[in-house]
């Protein structure tokens, strides 16, 4: 029997090509485009977005192929808002994953570019879906979900909001919210996405979204604990980039014993969750603690 590590690897590698494999052709005139938009998706990282979708989607007993271009398509947004959050007029970061990021490598045009061509390209990607089984109908609530999480209501709302804020005083609600939107947003439409595509039902694909927002927040407070306690050349970032930006975390607001306290609470509620929904599945609840408790 296959080991936790083994299987995340198995699975790890199986993400990397769904993803790969929907990326356009480095050709024609937009070809420095196109360079660009996959350079920001090959640039690294864990596929941990992706990963979490076809997880899911096994899990509700989904079979065969038909969830990879939306695992591909949502890699493309997370990777769209990557770009766009280290320009100089958001985070102004020159490293991410221990490469330079897309604008210091193509120029901050480029970058703007890249970033508005991944979302595009995303809903591209994924309505492939259909040439691989997946009904008609639940690719239309799949997409429907993928923009609503990505779109005001989800990532880019949140984004909105922490950018307004940056060097403000924030609330905790205010926090909340961001955190909830700019990061769990995406998890939320992975584990929702997978559930919707292997056929679950209107409960199962809401309480995936409550668990995914549990995740999601946890994440992003172990994020901005690693920010303060890690190193460079561990995260494959700049450390201590939210104290710079000025950024409201929860760690700057109420410490880091709190943070942690708040990481155990939030995880914990999702694990207690998963395992009711998906008893049998230990992978996935594996899958939850190994993100929440992650050093880089």
């Known amino acids: 029997m296959k080991t936790f590590e083994e299987r995340l690897q198995e699975k790890t590698r199986a993400a990397e090509a769904a993803v790969r494999n929907y990326l356009p052709e480095e050709s024609g005139f937009q070809k420095n485009l196109i360079e660009a938009s996959n350079y920001s998706v090959l640039a690294g990282g864990k596929r941990l977005r992706p990963l979490i979708m076809q997880a899911v989607y096994e899990a509700f007993g989904g079979i065969g192929a038909g969830v990879e271009p939306f695992m591909a398509g949502l890699e493309m947004i997370h990777s769209s808002s990557l770009v766009h959050d280290d320009l100089p007029c958001m985070d102004n970061d020159e490293y991410r994953r221990g490469k330079l990021t897309t604008w210091k490598k193509y120029g901050y045009d480029m970058a703007v570019l890249a970033g ?158 998963l395992a009711k929904v998906l008893p049998n599945d230990t992978f996935l609840i594996q899958l939850v603690e190994w993100l929440i408790h992650r050093e880089k």
């Open 116 to 273: 508005d061509d991944l979302l595009v390209e995303a809903f591209a990607a994924a309505s492939h879906a259909m040439e691989l089984g997946i009904r008609p109908e639940l690719v239309v609530k799949g997409m429907r979900v993928l923009a609503q999480k990505a779109g005001i209501f989800g990532m880019i709302g949140g984004q909105s909001v922490d950018v307004e804020l940056t060097g403000k005083e924030v609330l905790p609600d205010q926090l909340d919210f961001i955190n909830r939107l700019k990061t769990g947003a995406l998890l939320e439409a992975a584990m929702m996405i997978g559930c919707i595509l292997a056929g679950g039902s209107e409960e199962e694909v809401k309480e995936m979204e409550i668990i995914a927002s549990r995740i999601g927040v946890a994440f992003q407070i172990r994020d901005d604990i690693l920010d303060v306690t890690s190193t460079t050349e561990i995260l494959g970032k700049p450390v201590n980039s939210d104290e710079k930006n000025q950024k409201n975390t929860y760690v700057f607001l109420h410490g880091i014993q709190e943070a942690e306290q708040k990481v155990e609470e939030y995880s914990g509620e999702a694990r207690e969750r």
